[in-house]
């Protein structure tokens, strides 16, 4: 399979467009466009069923109690866990591109519903775990929210965006499922993947 991600070139820099979190105007971060970006899959192996799409950062502290914090800093070897990005399944086998801003176009406060969409089925996104408890901002994330690392993180992020061909029309999932929910229903029914992988910081000192 060959993956063509618009406007992200692999091991090149994410534009702010598809980022979650923007450098401020006199602060270190603010809200961003947030748009998905436009995806192209080709090179379809023989007997695919339906597609999967997630989107991971694998470079996430797993410890962020100083992350965002004046005066700290996240060393670039700490240990690190998944962030997922966007979590999408049964995607009709006739598709083979998602437009861009079809699964976002700005931020939502509180997120947007999981579930069945016009592009497949929604699982949640990590945000909903990262932003539980905030009162302005803390719900349920489903579709694609972009990247947004802390901005006192001496390590740049990677996103990998991956397309998988399926041998099966659908998986049975159901409710807010997560991402490693979705690559552990998956194991045993992929025929092929393509993945594009781009960069992303906030760090002043980074950028």
Same mark, same amino acid.
């Given at each position: 399979m060959k993956l063509t991600v618009q406007g992200i070139e692999d091991q090149q820099p994410i534009p702010e467009t598809f980022a979650f979190g923007v450098p401020g105007d006199g602060e270190p971060m603010t809200l961003g466009p947030n748009r998905n970006p436009a995806l192209h899959w080709t090179e379809i192996p023989q007997g695919t069923k339906s597609f999967a799409v997630i989107v991971c950062?694998?470079?996430? =502290?797993?410890?962020?109690?100083?992350?965002?914090?004046?005066?700290?800093?996240?060393?670039?070897?700490?240990?690190?866990?998944?962030?997922? #990005?966007?979590?999408?399944? &049964?995607? =009709?086998?006739?598709? #083979?591109?998602?437009?861009?801003?079809?699964?976002?176009?700005?931020?939502?406060?509180?997120?947007?519903?999981?579930?069945?969409?016009?592009?497949?089925?929604?699982?949640? &996104?990590?945000?909903?775990?990262?932003?539980a408890g905030d009162p302005d901002m803390g719900g349920t994330y489903g579709g694609y929210d972009g990247p947004c690392p802390p901005w006192n993180d001496a390590l740049v992020h990677r996103y #990998?965006?991956?397309?998988?061909?399926?041998?099966?029309?659908s998986l049975d999932m159901k409710g807010e499922f997560t991402g490693d929910e979705a690559l552990g229903a998956m194991q045993g029914h992929i025929l092929g993947q393509a993945t594009v992988t781009g960069t992303y910081t906030l760090n002043p000192e980074l950028r």
């Open positions: 950062d694998p470079d996430v =502290p797993g410890d962020a109690s100083d992350a965002n914090q004046q005066g700290k800093t996240l060393a670039a070897d700490l240990p690190r866990v998944d962030f997922y #990005h966007w979590v999408l399944v &049964n995607v =009709p086998a006739t598709t #083979h591109a998602i437009e861009e801003g079809a699964a976002a176009d700005g931020v939502t406060p509180k997120g947007k519903q999981p579930g069945r969409s016009a592009l497949g089925l929604e699982g949640i &996104n990590t945000f909903t775990d990262f932003l #990998h965006f991956t397309v998988y061909a399926l041998d099966v029309e």
